[in-house]
């Protein structure tokens, strides 16, 4: 159905692609078509209220309507492709994950042959670790020394 046919309690689907959420909202008011104001050149448009006490602007001979987060239709099978489309591209990207995972290494070394200081930096960091882990370990030894010798000497 095209936003300029809608009538007062016509139901339309609103799938907000962020939320991941479908809702079916009914129309509460639906302008007649008219001049955009703000965009001449886009043609005629229609502004519809949805009982979420939203008010949305589509282009009238359109029968999706997209504004920020949401995709607004009265046809279930627009929604279904628009869910559809997000599924595989989330599909998409979530096969590149470990190739990009991989890359990270790599490009860690791109760096530090650019940036001497962030190299420098890294080493120093290293450096500092291994040695808090040996004054660690040091410790720990003169505690088990210093509690062996206090139970030898009762």
């Known amino acids: 159905m095209l936003f300029k046919d809608l009538k007062i309690g016509d139901s339309l689907y609103v799938y907000d692609r962020v939320a991941i959420v479908l809702t079916t909202e009914k129309v509460i008011s639906a302008s007649a078509p008219k001049l955009d104001k703000g965009n001449v050149s886009a043609g005629m448009v229609v502004d519809v209220t949805l009982s979420n006490n939203m008010t949305y602007t589509f282009k009238d001979s359109s029968d999706v309507g997209y504004t920020a987060n949401l995709i607004i239709s009265g046809d279930k099978s627009a929604i279904l492709r628009e869910v559809e489309a997000q599924k595989a591209n989330n599909e998409a990207q979530l096969a590149r994950v470990d190739m990009l995972k991989s890359e990270l290494p790599r490009l860690d070394s791109v760096i530090d042959l650019l940036s001497p200081e962030r190299l420098e930096r ?33």
């Open 122 to 154: 890294k080493q120093n960091e290293e450096r500092m670790n291994r040695m808090e882990e040996s004054i660690g370990s040091l410790k720990e030894m003169v505690e088990q020394m210093l509690k062996q010798k206090s139970n030898g000497s009762k």
